[in-house]
């Protein structure tokens, strides 16, 4: 069974950094799929970052050159290093992870492919102030 649990949210001004970790259970990183979402309130929940070994990590426009995802493979462990942070980051964040690999997706489709197989955390609340 795989679980997943969040950490490392929390509130921070606007351009302040956070670091979000991921770890999992029943589940190896190096060979699954892995991402993050958010879901800030009244909106639909959206892709952050997703990786897969096989091919890299896919990164939402929104996000790009400001998130970074990692991850360390003896702790199985993903984190998700944010910079430069904005109000419109304030959301609740999720990690999520499939046995099924996802490297020969592009773009929006590991997002959508995480979505219909991946386990999920409880979620970690980040919020930025202006």
């Known amino acids: 069974q795989v679980q997943i649990v969040e950490s490392g949210g929390g509130s921070v001004q606007s351009g302040g950094s956070l670091r979000l970790s991921c770890v999992a259970s029943?589940?190896?990183?190096?060979?699954?799929?892995m991402g993050w979402f958010r879901q800030a309130p009244g909106k639909e929940r959206e892709g952050v970052a997703a990786?897969?070994?096989?091919?890299?990590?896919t990164y939402a426009d929104s996000v790009k050159g400001r998130f970074t995802l990692s991850q360390d493979n003896a702790k199985n462990t993903l984190y998700l290093q944010m910079n430069a942070l904005q109000p419109d980051d304030t959301a609740m964040y999720y990690c999520?992870?499939?046995?099924?690999?996802?490297?020969?997706?592009?773009?929006?489709?590991?997002?959508?492919?995480?979505?219909?197989?991946?386990?999920w955390g409880q979620g970690t609340q980040v919020t930025v102030s202006s």
């Open positions: 999520a992870a499939t046995i099924f690999r996802c490297g020969l997706l592009m773009g929006t489709e590991r997002f959508q492919f995480l979505s219909n197989y991946a386990s």
């Open positions: 029943g589940i190896t990183i190096s060979s699954a799929c």
């Open positions: 990786f897969d070994t096989q091919s890299g990590t």
